[in-house]
């Protein structure tokens, strides 16, 4: 166990050690550059997939609000509320600066890559799709790279299908057995129930769910931060100040100074966010939309939902309080978040925090199973390895949230998530180009006069594109 643990240590060490966040950020740069910062350039289109006209269709099939809520309910969990909090605390107020700017750019990433999950996705039912990076890269790049796809879905099963469901489930249970006592055993096994009656249904239950749990989790803790930034509203410039001159190191509020709020901004927004990481894609190819680029469009805006306002309102809330004093050791992570809040609103809103972790920790159960499930059809088509997945999956919830020692065995998650990112960011290098075809395209149509871009197969006879798949529905 110690050789194995250090050979991914040294594996994390060589990935987010020093390697893939100046990857992702250079990358992501070239991109946003590339495009012409098209992130900016639609970030108004981007609130059409909220309304109803725009997801109107067949109630079998997933709609693109339903991925981006499957989506944003994967992204936002501990990262939100616990990684924000460890970001100050190691960084100081200027690593959310930097969580900001890696959120903008990364909003240019989860386009590309989702637009690409999205061109190259199969249709595998009446009324459902498959599709993402491994996808892409099997479709896009030949079978010669198949065994690129091998290293891709094995990464993505191990570090999200069983290590990071099994700190969820610890997540959880931790959280409710410190602010209602109760035992880490009924908590195990109602999350292990619920998640599995959630699984078996597949994606559309899930999807189904996550269109009731997302919004409701995201606004009501957005409610409560805003109350905050409210009662707090003329120290608010104050804040914002401290953030701005802090990440540039005109204060120094840690050691490290900016140095330190650079490191801790970038990594805790990447770790929140997964722009460029490869396992939002997944979520994006189930969604019956007209254009690939449509749903690129709307992953980019989980980019800006995640970051730029749920991690916000989680640093008000810190920062706008007295619990965290800058550069002092003591509390931190989801407790940091926790006492911040009680400080503002009394003792009562830890339960509200308790019932938002329970929330946003399901929803990453259910997003990071489909992530595993997927992987899985790469690897085989017999039907009993999803079966076997599943039964893994509910068994590891619960061992995660009774027995908070065995998270210890997962330590491969992170490292091999590293791995995950490196894949992913090499394929979308080499499929850079046919992105940009299909960003020409988008353009195109949209100055022709055509409100909603459709794709047209025979734009793209040339690729291994599957044209059951974009049969694309009458207005």
């Known amino acids: 166990m110690e050789f194995l643990e250090l050979i991914f240590g040294k594996i994390g060490d060589l990935t ?26 639609f970030f108004g289109r981007m609130f059409r997939v909220l309304s109803n006209r725009n997801n109107a269709g067949d109630p079998n099939k997933i709609s693109a609000r ?51 999950a999205q061109l190259f996705k199969r249709k595998t039912g009446e009324n459902e799709y498959r599709g993402g990076p491994a996808r892409s890269i099997l479709h896009g790049l030949g079978t010669e790279y198949r065994w690129l796809v091998v290293v891709y879905a094995i990464c993505l099963i191990a570090a999200f299908g069983l290590g990071f469901n099994a700190f969820q489930g610890n997540t959880v249970a931790g959280a409710v057995k410190d602010s209602l006592g109760i035992d880490r055993l009924w908590t195990g096994i109602a999350l292990a129930a619920v998640s599995g009656v959630i699984i078996f249904g ?28 409210v009662l707090n509203i003329a120290s608010v410039p104050g804040v914002l100040y401290d953030i701005v001159t802090n990440a540039f190191g005109l204060q120094e509020a840690v050691g490290g ?18 722009a460029g990481l490869g396992s939002a894609p997944n979520v994006a190819a189930t969604a ?19 970051t730029i306002i749920i991690c916000s309102c989680t640093a008000f809330v810190i920062l706008l309080g007295d619990v965290y004093v800058p550069g002092a050791e003591g509390i931190d992570g989801v407790a940091l978040t926790q006492q911040s809040m ?11 925090l308790t019932g938002a972790i ?53 330590f491969f998650s992170d490292p091999l998530m590293g791995v995950l990112a490196l894949v992913n ?27 909603r871009p459709v794709l047209n197969p025979d734009d793209y006879a040339d690729l291994d594109i599957d044209r059951e798949a974009w049969k694309m529905p009458a207005e």
């Not at 605390?89 to 750019?105: E, K, N, Q, Y």
């Not at 449509?294 to 995640?306: C, E, H, L, N």
């Open 425 to 451: 960011l090499l394929a979308i290098m080499m499929l850079f180009p046919i992105a940009m075809r299909l960003l020409r395209d988008f353009r195109a149509q949209l100055k022709a006069g055509v409100e």
């Open 358 to 410: 329970m929330l946003f920790a399901f929803s990453s159960i259910i997003y990071n199973y489909y992530l595993g499930e997927n992987a899985m059809t790469v690897l085989t088509k017999n039907p009993m390895a999803i079966l076997v997945l599943r039964l893994a999956i509910i068994g590891i919830v619960f061992l995660g949230a009774t027995a908070p020692a065995a998270t210890s065995v997962f």
């Open 342 to 352: 009680v400080s503002h609103l009394g003792n009562w809103v830890q339960y509200f």
């Open 202 to 229: 597949g994606i559309h239950r899930i999807a189904k769910a996550a269109d009731v749990v997302v919004p409701v989790m995201a606004l009501g803790y957005l409610a409560m931060a805003l109350i905050v930034i």
């Open 257 to 274: 100074g900016m140095g330190a709020a650079i490191a801790q901004g970038l990594r805790r927004g990447l770790f929140s966010n997964e």
């Open 288 to 306: 019956e939309v007209r254009h690939p680029i449509s749903q690129g469009i709307t992953q980019s805006f989980s980019v800006f939902i995640d």
């Open 16 to 41: 987010w050690g020093w390697s893939l966040i100046p990857i992702l950020v250079v990358f992501g740069v070239f991109i946003t550059i590339t495009t012409g910062f098209v992130q900016f350039e």
């Open 66 to 116: 339903e991925a981006l809520l499957v989506s944003v309910g994967g992204r936002v969990g501990g990262g939100n509320i616990a990684g924000v909090a460890v970001a100050i605390t190691l960084g100081g107020p200027g690593a959310v600066f930097w969580m900001w700017a890696i959120a903008l750019v990364g909003m240019a990433t989860s386009l590309v890559e989702c637009s690409l």
